[in-house]
């Protein structure tokens, strides 16, 4: 096997693996949106200020990252649930933009918390695999991205036995499918709501601790790159479908690793968003959306 071949499988294993984290925020953006019909911007800041909360923990007692983990997950689902109350719970029904554009509000204010708590500079972040290499043949599996893989990789079987093993998956379906149905059934979509807040919100910290383990650091610029993947994962998988996200965000991975492979650093985001204007035209429903007429 050539150099060449040998680097462009590394590049799509590298990818594969990371990817598995633009899964879960494309996860987070898509149940969102099928059940409630509406997108949530700040839904990628809400795992980022997770991480930052678990890196708080880590460094006001040093304790092991599972802690780090753990606190990072249950923050950001705390997180999630304020946005529910502040940017949807109240808004005004006939005003549909309104939840839009409280949302990215949330964003930048989220953001621009962790910018001046941080002094917008990157922080360490503690890695669970540290620089641990396994060899594959000629191939190298980073240790971080390994362990990115198999816990997004637990997070989406839970997700799925949640969906659809649950009482709680089978209401979220209803108010998915039909939410006037599902309220004549007893279903109530304020429970429901901030229930796929909070799931949602530790979804997106589980991210967020998996990306800052696996880039050795985390950022404040972090926030703007990560929510622009999580839609653009959303809408390539199909806006509403979970399996879709799942098998966008590993699409996407690949696809970055690739460009930053044969291009460069400076061409990566441009070829990601040449696929999203490629799926608009030619799929504009998405991998596993439904057709969209034209």
Known sequence: MTDLAIDVVQQL??????GSSYALIGIGFT???GVMDKLNLAFAVTGLAGAYTGLLLFHLTRGPFILVFLMA??????????????????MP?????????ATMGMLFFVDEVVSHATHGRPMAF????????????????????????????????????LVYKTRLGLATRAVSQQPVAAQLCGIGLTRVNAAVFIITGM?????????????GNLSPLLSLPLTVKGLVTAVLGGLGSIPGAIVAGLLLGIVEYEALYFFGIGYRDMVTYLLLFAFLVFRPGGLFGQRVGR
């Open 13 to 18: 294993l590298n990818g594969f693996l990371f």
């Open 31 to 33: 149940m969102i949106f």
């Open 73 to 90: 997950v249950a923050a950001a689902g705390l997180i999630g649930l304020v946005i529910e109350l502040a940017c949807f719970r109240w």
């Open 93 to 101: 029904r006939d005003y549909p933009l309104a939840p839009l554009m």
């Open 126 to 161: 503690p890695a669970p695999m540290g620089q641990v290499m396994m060899d594959v043949g000629p191939w190298l599996v980073r240790g971080d991205l390994g362990f990115m893989f198999l816990v997004s990789l637990a997070v989406m079987g839970a997700l799925w036995a």
């Open 203 to 215: 979804v997106g910290g589980v991210a967020g601790t998996l990306i800052g383990s696996a880039v």
